[in-house]
C-alpha cells in the first residue's frame, strides 16, 4: 500500500452504542494505523492498533462513560477524526 493513500471511514456504527463501535473503511487499513478514543476534553481513553488486512475495525468501548467522544485514526502522517456518542 502507498504510504500516502488516503485514510478514508465510510462509516461508524451503532451511533450512539453502548458496548461496540465498528468502523468500515473505504480501503484496507494500513499496518501502522492506531485508534484513540478522546473525551470532549480531551483525553485519551482507549487506544488500540487497529491496522491489518481488513477494511473493518471494531472497538469495545464498554469501559468508558457515557457523553461525546472522537475516534481519532493516525497512519503516517494522515489522521482522520469521527465523532460517535457512548450510552448506558
Do not use: C, H, W
Not at 504510504?3 to 480501503?27: E, H, M, R, V, W
Not at 471494531?58 to 457523553?67: E, Y
Amino acid at each position: 500500500m502507498n504510504g500516502n493513500f488516503p485514510l478514508q471511514i465510510k462509516g461508524i456504527y451503532p451511533n450512539p452504542a453502548t458496548n461496540t463501535i465498528a468502523l468500515d473503511f473505504d480501503s484496507l487499513i494500513p499496518q501502522d494505523a492506531t485508534l484513540t478514543i478522546v473525551d470532549a476534553l480531551g483525553n485519551e481513553k482507549i487506544q488500540r492498533n487497529i491496522g491489518g488486512n481488513t477494511k473493518k475495525a471494531v472497538v469495545d468501548i464498554s469501559s468508558i462513560r457515557s457523553g461525546v467522544y472522537m475516534a481519532r485514526i493516525i497512519s503516517g502522517n494522515t489522521q482522520v477524526k469521527v465523532p460517535f456518542i457512548k450510552k448506558d
